[in-house]
């Protein structure tokens, strides 16, 4: 293909409009046909010419330098149509190999097929602790109890471009399933919901998606309802309405198989470039008739912002009774699943109350731990390669309140991202 029609392919493609672009190259001439496009993707850095001041068209474009223009084509896909994003992902894959010498990532588009896209993970875990009192065969038996145990889960997450402002999105998910244990894998549609842009600083979202409360002290899991969430990355609210489906449920007060339906409000603030800050309440209706709110902050500084410090507290209040819990930690490192060789640890103290906030925690504590509890945990991340983490846990020096000393408990799993 000669490079005239290879740019007239991409203004197609890109739907550049800049029409009064100013030409660079000397052998190309406003008497050329092709000079229109030359000099509009020119003026969009697309194209570049040779060292001399030329373009060359009259040569047959390489796969090289074909592959620098779809380079340049991917980092404007946010500003072109459903169409458009399918040919530039097409040309993508074509060019696969030449954009990997080139340094484009381009895992991520080959999974996509027009305005239709998937990303997953799994996950093999090994949880154990020195005595039977931790861990179970499964989460509903708990008649039979053991020291340790294998088991592995995956998830798919498919996610549909309906238009600008709107997505799908659907994930699958098979698992915690035991290593020997008879049957195979429980496979749930655990995420179903679509969201919504109204314009730059609103967003809405309904369906079963996560819920993340605070920085994930009290709850951090499944939710069906809906989420609305005005404001910037500085400064942003978000208000939910729906039902929690993780955590230590109260179905002697819910009755049996009934949700906990609630309320939550949450103010989320950038207090300088390094400074993360939550304060949220939370409302239960119906029979439960209670509250709790909470606040949370996580910093980063020093050398490269390598230090961690965060912590959280929450208190609630039900019938006539109140609880309160609070977590504070250290850590340093920079941790990324996507950059092999990187690294991080955290220290982190628990204190959780008789009457406890703490349904379904973000950090890796054994469910007993979620109340009448004050311990350690400890953490260390190492991504072992490109999107493969190794993650390790232990829960010290755990006691209950009245100082009745509780099992440690230790934790190790490998993540694969895709």
Sequence with gaps: MK???AVLAATAVLGVTSAFAANPFSDVTPQDWAYQAVAQLASQGVVNGYPDGTFKG????TRYEMAQMVAKAMTRQGQVDAEQNAIINRLANEFSAELNNLGVRVSTLENKVGNFAFTGDARLRYQGSHTEENLYVNDEDTTSPKRSKFDYRARVQFEATVNDNTKAVVRLAAGDKEFGAAGNPET????????HN???YATATVGRQDLVIGSGL?????FEGAQATVGKDALNATVAYGHMLDGDL???VLGE??????TTYQVNAKLGKYVDTKAYYVNYHGHLSENYFGAA?????GPHNKVWVGGEYARFESRGEAGEGWTAGVGYGTYDIAKPGTWGVKAQYFRLGEESVATAPTWNLPEISTYDFRGWLGTVDYAVAKNVGLTLNAQLRGKNLDGYELPDYYRAELNYKF
């Design 250 to 252: 109260d179905e002697a």
């Design 257 to 262: 198989g009934n949700t906990p339906e609630v």
């Design 297 to 301: 902050v996580d910093t980063k500084f």
């Design 198 to 200: 109204f314009g730059k």
């Design 218 to 222: 009290t709850y951090d899991g499944t």
């Design 58 to 61: 009259q040569n047959n474009i």
């Design 188 to 195: 749930t549609v655990d995420q179903v919901y679509v969201q």
């Design 3 to 5: 490079k005239h029609l």
